[in-house]
């Protein structure tokens, strides 16, 4: 890929630190990606299971109040209902970003090498105009990837979407909070650092990018979790795969994951303020 004049090509940053051997590189990545499967599916239930215990607390104390005795079983799971988007936020918020950490400093966590290395990447001019770069690539390619599928009769809804509207309603600010700063830095810490960052050391960036992209992908839109029809779902792996890969060239370019996590906020507050502007069209 070339450069316009006014952002010269760096250096391809060294390879982060880890081991090189490409066999146990690829083991490392399946590992991985299992521990965080596992620690995310554990988080999310062990905060659903509190909510479902805090909100069984609220119907008893409501009808407690009310005088009308204890509900009957058959009642109660309509009454307590279902995680609002708060809670729905939050439980992401606990499960994938705890599931990162936990990646990052069990397996992946930065040498005091790397962390000055990128510092010092973080600080150059070219990094952040790179970082537009992707940011508006990723934008413009989703932007025609939806239109020609549009004209193909392809419309898919995305998962998130009818939590982000009802965030939107109710709570603007931690929404802004959770789409545009939490999110992207706990993603790509997980997908580029970890997963991604396990087979760039292994000097096997080419399948790092992908095979992180297709799990970056199948994690926000899971199979047999949505009404979209095959080609929608394959619309929005398109989309989710090509910006996880463009975030992934970009960490490697720069050398510093504060670029790819720039590029994702950016990315996030267009889509939020398309959302805020034209609605879910």
Same mark, same amino acid.
């Not at 705890?98 to 990128?118: D, K, M």
């Given at each position: 890929?070339?450069?316009?004049?006014?952002?010269?090509?760096?250096?391809?940053?060294?390879?982060?630190?880890?081991?090189?051997?490409?066999?146990?590189?690829?083991?490392?990545?399946?590992?991985?990606?299992?521990?965080?499967?596992?620690?995310?599916?554990?988080?999310?239930?062990?905060?659903?299971?509190?909510?479902?215990?805090?909100?069984?607390?609220?119907?008893? %104390?409501? @009808? +407690?109040?009310?005088? /009308? #005795?204890?509900?009957?079983? *058959?009642? !109660? =799971?309509?009454?307590? $209902?279902?995680?609002?988007?708060?809670?729905?936020?939050?439980?992401?918020?606990?499960?994938?970003?705890?599931?990162?950490?936990?990646?990052?400093?069990?397996?992946?966590?930065?040498?005091?090498?790397?962390?000055?290395?990128?510092?010092?990447?973080?600080?150059?001019?070219?990094?952040?105009?790179?970082?537009? %770069?992707? @940011? +508006?690539?990723?934008? /413009? #390619?989703?932007?025609?990837? *939806?239109? !020609? =599928?549009?004209?193909? $009769?392809?419309?898919?809804?995305?998962?998130?979407?009818?939590?982000?509207?009802?965030?939107?309603?109710?709570y603007p600010a931690f929404l802004v909070a959770f789409a545009?700063?939490?999110?992207?830095?706990?993603?790509?810490?997980?997908?580029?650092?970890?997963?991604?960052?396990?087979?760039?050391?292994?000097?096997?960036?080419?399948?790092?990018?992908?095979?992180?992209?297709?799990?970056?992908?199948?994690?926000?839109?899971?199979?047999?979790?949505?009404?979209?029809?095959?080609?929608?779902?394959?619309?929005?792996?398109?989309?989710?795969?090509?910006?996880?890969?463009?975030?992934?060239?970009?960490?490697?370019?720069?050398?510093?994951?504060?670029?790819?996590?720039?590029?994702?906020?950016?990315?996030?507050?267009?889509?939020?303020?398309?959302?805020?502007?034209?609605?879910?069209?």
């Amino acid at each position: 890929m070339s450069a316009p004049p006014s952002l010269p090509v760096s250096p391809t940053p060294p390879l982060p630190t880890a081991t090189r051997r490409q066999g146990s590189a690829l083991l490392g990545f399946g590992l991985d990606l299992l521990i965080a499967i596992g620690a995310l599916l554990a988080l999310s239930l062990a905060c659903s299971l509190a909510w479902g215990l805090w909100r069984g607390i609220e119907v008893g %104390l409501e @009808a +407690a109040r009310s005088g /009308a #005795g204890a509900p009957d079983p *058959g009642e !109660i =799971a309509t009454l307590m $209902g279902q995680p609002g988007a708060l809670a729905q936020m939050l439980i992401a918020l606990i499960g994938t970003g705890g599931a990162a950490l936990l990646l990052y400093f069990w397996r992946r966590r930065a040498t005091p090498a790397e962390r000055v290395q990128s510092r010092h990447a973080a600080l150059k001019p070219t990094t952040w105009g790179w970082t537009l %770069l992707v @940011a +508006a690539g990723v934008f /413009a #390619g989703s932007s025609l990837i *939806g239109i !020609i =599928a549009k004209q193909l $009769g392809i419309e898919p809804v995305p998962t998130n979407l009818p939590l982000m509207e009802q965030a939107l309603a109710h709570y603007p600010a931690f929404l802004v909070a959770f789409a545009v700063f939490l999110a992207p830095a706990y993603e790509e810490l997980l997908f580029r650092r970890v997963l991604f960052g396990r087979l760039w050391a292994a000097d096997r960036p080419w399948l790092g990018m992908l095979l992180s992209s297709a799990a970056f992908a199948l994690v926000h839109e899971i199979p047999g979790t949505s009404p979209n029809t095959l080609p929608a779902m394959l619309q929005l792996w398109l989309i989710y795969g090509g910006m996880g890969a463009a975030f992934a060239w970009l960490y490697r370019h720069t050398g510093t994951l504060w670029a790819a996590i720039g590029a994702h906020a950016i990315n996030n507050a267009i889509a939020l303020a398309a959302l805020v502007l034209f609605g879910a069209q």
